[in-house]
């Protein structure tokens, strides 16, 4: 059981069995195209639903290296995507404002980009425009997938299929997990057709 408040501001416990995690790490391995020869900075707490699924089981599901931060801290995550070739780096909105920050500050010091980190991942809020195009100037050769999901789902509910940068799709979070259905309905829970929209005066 993990504890949450996403849904409804008061916290509640969601249970979590071994089928939704093995769905998650599923979801995230299919599409993230991770696999063994993938690197990992794991500074997010455990006990929340991404640093257990997303990042802890999923990579030793994969067989994948993980560094492991007591707490984040900025340039030290820096630090450690240039000397370990992370791959990859999965965060919300805040962390990735506080790497880009710290990643400017060091680049007189340390020049260069992140050749090896191939895919940064971010949910738990949204990823702004502005917050995007920082990202692309300091890692040019990384994909940005945001993501979106809730502790009830064990993480993933949508996944964006590869690089929102460019993309026509540009604040999207993605398409639904393989195995879950997403819908769209009004105020007395019926389904809305394509194109409508729920939102009234």
């Known amino acids: 059981m993990m504890f949450t408040s996403g849904t409804t501001g008061e916290p509640?416990?969601?249970?979590?069995?071994?089928?939704?995690l093995l769905c998650a790490i599923d979801a995230y391995t299919q599409k993230l195209n991770l696999t063994a020869a993938d690197s990992t900075i794991l500074a997010v707490p455990i006990?929340?639903?991404?640093?257990?699924?997303?990042?802890?089981?999923?990579?030793?599901?994969?067989?994948?290296?993980?560094?492991l931060q007591h707490r984040f801290n900025a340039p030290q995550v820096i630090t450690t995507l240039r000397e370990q070739n992370i791959t990859f780096?999965?965060?919300?909105?805040?962390?990735?404002?506080?790497?880009?920050?710290?990643?400017?500050?060091?680049?007189?010091?340390?020049?260069g980009d992140f050749p090896a980190l191939r895919t940064i991942a971010c949910?738990?809020?949204?990823l702004s425009d502005g917050l995007i195009k920082e990202l692309k100037t300091l890692f040019p050769h990384t994909a940005i997938q945001p993501i979106y999901g809730?502790?009830?789902?064990?993480?993933?509910?949508?996944?964006?299929?590869?690089?929102?940068?460019?993309?026509?799709?540009?604040g999207s979070s993605g398409q639904a997990i393989p195995g879950l259905?997403?819908?769209?309905?009004?105020?007395?829970?019926?389904?809305?057709?394509?194109?409508?929209?729920?939102?009234?005066?």
Do not use: M
């Open 150 to 170: 809730l502790t009830e789902t064990t993480s993933p509910a949508t996944i964006f299929p590869g690089d929102v940068w460019g993309s026509d799709k540009c």
């Open 89 to 111: 780096l999965h965060g919300s909105p805040t962390i990735f404002i506080l790497l880009c920050q710290a990643a400017r500050e060091q680049s007189a010091s340390h020049p």
């Open 47 to 67: 006990y929340h639903i991404t640093g257990l699924s997303a990042l802890l089981a999923l990579f030793i599901s994969l067989g994948a290296s993980i560094w």
């Open 181 to 201: 259905a997403i819908t769209i309905r009004n105020d007395r829970q019926q389904p809305l057709p394509p194109d409508k929209s729920a939102i009234s005066g």
């Open 12 to 20: 509640k416990g969601a249970i979590i069995t071994h089928n939704n």
């Open 123 to 126: 949910g738990a809020g949204h």
